[in-house]
Each structure stands twice: as C-alpha cells, then as structure tokens.
C-alpha cells in the first residue's frame, strides 16, 4: 500500500513529511501523550497552496500510518480522494489558521495531556519554578476559554493573544506548540510537558521557589550551547523514533 501511494502524483518532499510525521503520532502515542481519537499533529506541505496533512478522524494515534494521514487544502477541502477517513473540525479550524497566517508555523501540536491542562487551568500560567519552565518565560500567550474550538470567529482572539509566540497556552484546555519543523515543535512540546509535569508535582508538596528575571535571562541566552548539531529536535526525536521502531514499524507504510 505505501509503494502504491507513493507513485501516485507525490513529491518526495511530501512523502517524508508524511513518513516523518506518522513516526511523531506514534512517539506521542508511546508517551501516553494521546487522548482517545482526538486531538492533532499537524504539518504543511511544500508549496504555496496552504496544505497539511491532519490525522484520520477515528485513529487512535498508535495506529496512524503515512498513508493514513489526511491530505486537506488550506479551506478545509480533503485532497485525498482515496482517503476513506474524515477529518475532526476542531483540529482543522485552529491549526488551518495558523497555518495560514504564519509562515513560522510549519508544524504544529495541540493534545490535551494531564500535566499541560493543569497549568493552562492554573492562575499564573507556567511559572519559572524550574529548568525547563525557565526556557519558556516571556514566550508563551494565553487565551481564554471559548469554548470547543469549532467557530471561525474565535480565529482573531487566538491571533492576537498568540502575538510572536510560538506557544499559546488555551486556557482551562490546553497548549498549542507551533515549530519550523516537526522536530522543532516535538523537542518545544516535550520540554513544555515536562515543565507543566515538574510545576504540578512542586506546587503539590508546598511553596514553590521561583527563578528571578534576571536568571531567567542568563538561561535562555545559553540554552544554545547545549544544541546538537542537525537541527533543533532532529536527534531527539530520532531517538525517540528509534524506540518506537522496537515496538512497531508499520507507521512507515
């Protein structure tokens, strides 16, 4: 089945978007990062027509494959005509504005994990009580609850209470993580899952000590130091890739 899609009308470059992106599901799903058949990973295709690729309304993320993954237009409109699944409007709303307007956001992940929901439910947000909250501070926008993510209207007030962040924080719901690449938003999104996870587990045993400005400002200007070489994620989530491999390779077809 893979090589039959593969020689249809497909560019490389969209094949191992979908390859790439299939092996995220299921490094999310071996986290536990899931949430029954909802939620999404999302990432645009080559070009300048708007499109992404979305995962099958129905599909457990440990199940999603390359040729599972839907291929949709920037409107909403699926382009795989031979694609029996259908696509969740709450995922497609959000991340098709995103993708729209911002050419930044090449990647992008929303799922509703225990820790993260907990901090966006928080007055104060994420706060610098460790290492890796202190990556975030004065990065990350919040937005108020609106409701299921459903309404094209609810599109200017994520906008603007995104700004220049690549992390929105939807309150009393849960975060959306935007990247360059893939890889960028995966290692963006696991070192905020642990902030949130490190934060909830502090704030449970007393009063937290926070972090001062000015060595919050120490931290992120040397957080450089410690890249890899290949870009920002590539090596972590082909690590992380390489464990999912031990479970099951069939993501790949």
């Known amino acids: 089945m893979a090589t039959a899609l593969k020689n249809r009308a497909m560019s490389d470059a969209e094949w191992a978007a979908r390859q790439e992106l299939a092996s995220c599901y299921r490094v999310f799903a071996m986290l536990g990062w899931d949430e029954l058949i909802f939620n999404h990973i999302t990432v645009k295709l ?3 027509g708007g499109e992404f690729l979305i995962n099958p309304y129905g599909m457990h993320f ?3 494959t390359a040729t599972s993954l839907v291929k949709i237009d920037i409107d909403g409109n699926k382009l795989d005509a031979d694609n029996p699944w259908h ?5 497609f709303v959000q991340h098709a504005l995103f993708h729209r307007h911002l050419p930044h956001a090449h990647a992008i992940i929303h799922t509703h994990t225990t820790a993260t929901m907990a901090v966006c439910a928080l007055e104060g947000g994420l706060q610098p009580t460790n290492f890796y909250a202190c990556n975030f501070m004065g990065q990350i926008g919040y937005h108020d609850f609106e409701g299921v993510t459903v309404r094209d209207e609810e599109g200017v007030n994520l906008m603007r209470n995104l ?32 902030a949130c996870e490190i934060q909830v587990a502090t704030l449970a045993m007393g009063q937290p000590v926070h972090v001062s400005d000015a060595v919050v400002a120490v931290h992120q200007r040397d957080l450089h130091q410690t ?7 590539v090596a972590e989530l082909a690590a992380m890739v390489r464990r999912v491999d031990k479970i099951d390779r069939g993501w790949r077809d």
């Open 62 to 64: 440990s199940e999603v």
């Open 46 to 48: 080559p070009g300048d």
């Open 163 to 194: 700004g220049d962040k690549t992390i929105l924080m939807l309150r009393n719901h849960g975060p959306v993580v935007m990247g360059r690449t893939l890889p960028e938003a995966f290692l963006k999104y696991w070192a905020l899952q642990r």
């Open 87 to 91: 696509v969740n409007r709450a995922g």
């Open 227 to 233: 890249a890899i070489p290949g870009g920002t994620g």
